[in-house]
C-alpha cells in the first residue's frame, strides 16, 4: 500500500526525522495562500503515486504566491507523466506546497527489505537525487547496503558507519545516526516494506533533511493499523484494482490482449509464462484465490471484460477446493449478463470437471474446452489470430 509524499513526512516529522515546514493544499487557491504562508517563495510538489516528479515537471521552485497558483492551475488540470506512471500518466488531486531550502549535498537514502536475507536493509549513497537510478547502473561502489540483524535491531555503530560512508563529520554525522535509528523505528512499528528517502540532504546552514519521502506498507500488516485504509487517495488507482480489492481478488493490469482468471499466484505466473511462449500477450491477470465462490468468479469475469483492451479471454483453473461445475456457472452467469461475445478458453481440471465442461458447451458462449494449459494457452492464440 502507498501512501503520498506528504504523509510520509508527517509520519516522519512524528518520529523526529527532520521534514520541511510544508501544507497540503486541494485547490490552486489553497497553494497561493500556503505560498504567501511560507513567505513567497517555496517549492510546489504534486502529489502522486509515482516517483520522477522532479523530471516530469510536477516539483517547482517557486517565487511568489501567483506564480505558486499558476503553476498549481497547470498541474490540477492535467495527468503528469513520469517514468514511473507509465504512458497513461496519474491525475493530480493534491500538491504540496513546502519551504524552499538551500540544499549543499544531496544523499539517497533508504530501508527496504532484502529478499534474499529476509531482512530490513539500509541502502544509502552520497551520490543522491534524481539520478539514482543511473548510479546504480554506472558506478555501484558507491552504494551503501546493511542487512539489519531482526534480534539485535539496526546498533549505533552501525548507523555512524554508513554515516561516515556518505562522508559526513561532526554534528551532522551524529544527526544522521539519529535519523538512521529513528527511520528504523517507523520500519518496525508502521509495517514497511520501503522507506526512502531521495534526496536526503545537507542545508547550507548545515542541517540534515528529508526532502523527498516515499513510504510502501507492506499490504499483509494492513489489517493491523486501523488508520491505513483512511490514507489511501483512490483517485491515484486503477478503479478495476479498487473493484476487485472490494471482493478480495488480486488484480493486475498488464499490456497485451488476453484477460487471464486464474487460481493462485503460482498457476498465474504459469499461465503468463506459458501465453507469452504461444506468442500471446496476457492484458492482465485475475487470481480468485482458492476457495472462491460462484458470485467471486463472476465478479472477476466482470472485471476482466471492463478491461478495454482484452479481445479474449484464459481461463486457467485447477478446482481443488473449488467445483469445475461451480466455476462454469461462474463463468456463464457473468458473461451473458454483460452479453459477453469474446473468445473465450477455459483450461480446468479437477471436481466436477466432466460437467463443467458440459454446462459450458451447452452455454451458447464463444468458448472452448480444454484439458491442458499448453492446449489451452494455444487456442486462444489462435482464436484471436
Ligand atoms: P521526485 O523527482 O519525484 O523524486 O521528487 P523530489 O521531491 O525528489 O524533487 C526533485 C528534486 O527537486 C530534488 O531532488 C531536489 O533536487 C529538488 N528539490 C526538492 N525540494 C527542494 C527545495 O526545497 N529546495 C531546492 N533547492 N530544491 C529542492
Ligand atoms: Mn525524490
Same mark, same amino acid.
Given at each position: 500500500m502507498n501512501i503520498h509524499e506528504y504523509q510520509a513526512k508527517e509520519l516522519l516529522g512524528s518520529y523526529e526525522i527532520p521534514v520541511p515546514r510544508g501544507r497540503v493544499c486541494l485547490t490552486a487557491d489553497q497553494v497561493e495562500r500556503a505560498a504567501k504562508m511560507m513567505g513567497g517563495r517555496c517549492m510546489v510538489k504534486a502529489q502522486v503515486y509515482a516517483g520522477g516528479r522532479g523530471k516530469a515537471g510536477g516539483v517547482k521552485l517557486v517565487h511568489h504566491p501567483e506564480q505558486a497558483q499558476?503553476?498549481? +492551475?497547470?498541474?490540477?488540470?492535467?495527468?503528469?507523466?513520469? +517514468?514511473?506512471?507509465?504512458?497513461?500518466?496519474? #491525475?493530480? #488531486?493534491?500538491?504540496?506546497?513546502?519551504?524552499?531550502?538551500?540544499?549543499? +549535498?544531496?544523499?539517497?537514502?533508504?530501508?527496504?527489505?532484502?529478499?534474499? %536475507?529476509?531482512?530490513?536493509?539500509?541502502?544509502? %549513497?552520497?551520490?543522491?537525487?534524481?539520478?539514482?537510478?543511473?548510479?546504480?547502473?554506472?558506478?555501484?561502489?558507491?552504494?551503501?547496503?546493511?542487512?539489519?540483524?531482526?534480534?539485535?535491531?539496526?546498533? %549505533?555503530?552501525?548507523?555512524?558507519?554508513?554515516?561516515?560512508a556518505l562522508g559526513l563529520s561532526g554534528s551532522v554525522c551524529e544527526d544522521c545516526v539519529s535519523l538512521l535509528l529513528n527511520l528504523y523505528k517507523v520500519c518496525l512499528a508502521k509495517d514497511c516494506a520501503l522507506i526512502e528517502i531521495n534526496p536526503l540532504v545537507v542545508t547550507k546552514a548545515g542541517w540534515l533533511m528529508a526532502m523527498d519521502a516515499k513510504i510502501t506498507f507492506d499490504d499483509n500488516a494492513v489489517f493491523r493499523h486501523r488508520e491505513y485504509p483512511d490514507m489511501v487517495d483512490y483517485s491515484q488507482l486503477d478503479p478495476l484494482e479498487i473493484t476487485a480489492g472490494k471482493y478480495d481478488l488480486a488484480y493486475i493490469k498488464l499490456d497485451g490482449s488476453i484477460g487471464c482468471l486464474v487460481n493462485g499466484a503460482g498457476l498465474a505466473m504459469a499461465t503468463l509464462d506459458v501465453l507469452h511462449e504461444c506468442g500471446g500477450r496476457p492484458a492482465n491477470f485475475l487470481d480468485v484465490g482458492g476457495g472462491a465462490t460462484r458470485e467471486k468468479v463472476a465478479e472477476a469475469f466482470k472485471i476482466i471484460l471492463q478491461d478495454s483492451d482484452v479481445q479474449g479471454i484464459f481461463v486457467n483453473i485447477f478446482g481443488g477446493i473449488m467445483r469445475c461445475d461451480v466455476i462454469a456457472q461462474g463463468i456463464i452467469e457473468a458473461a451473458s449478463e454483460v452479453r459477453c461475445t469474446l473468445p473465450i478458453v477455459v483450461r480446468m481440471d479437477g471436481s466436477q470437471v466432466e460437467e463443467g465442461k458440459r454446462l459450458l458447451t451447452e452455454s451458447g458462449l464463444n468458448v472452448q474446452c480444454s484439458d491442458t494449459l499448453g492446449d489451452g494457452a494455444q487456442r486462444i492464440v489462435q482464436m484471436l489470430g
Open positions: 499558476d503553476f498549481a +492551475k497547470e498541474l490540477f488540470g492535467r495527468k503528469l507523466v513520469t +517514468k514511473q506512471t507509465g504512458p497513461e500518466g496519474l #491525475r493530480v #488531486r493534491r500538491i504540496l506546497v513546502e519551504e524552499a531550502v538551500e540544499i549543499a +549535498k544531496e544523499f539517497y537514502l533508504s530501508i527496504t527489505l532484502d529478499r534474499e %536475507s529476509s531482512r530490513y536493509c539500509i541502502i544509502a %549513497s552520497a551520490q543522491g537525487g534524481i539520478d539514482i537510478e543511473a548510479v546504480a547502473q554506472k558506478s555501484p561502489e558507491s552504494i551503501h547496503v546493511l542487512t539489519i540483524d531482526p534480534f539485535a535491531g539496526l546498533r %549505533s555503530f552501525q548507523a555512524r558507519k554508513i554515516a561516515l
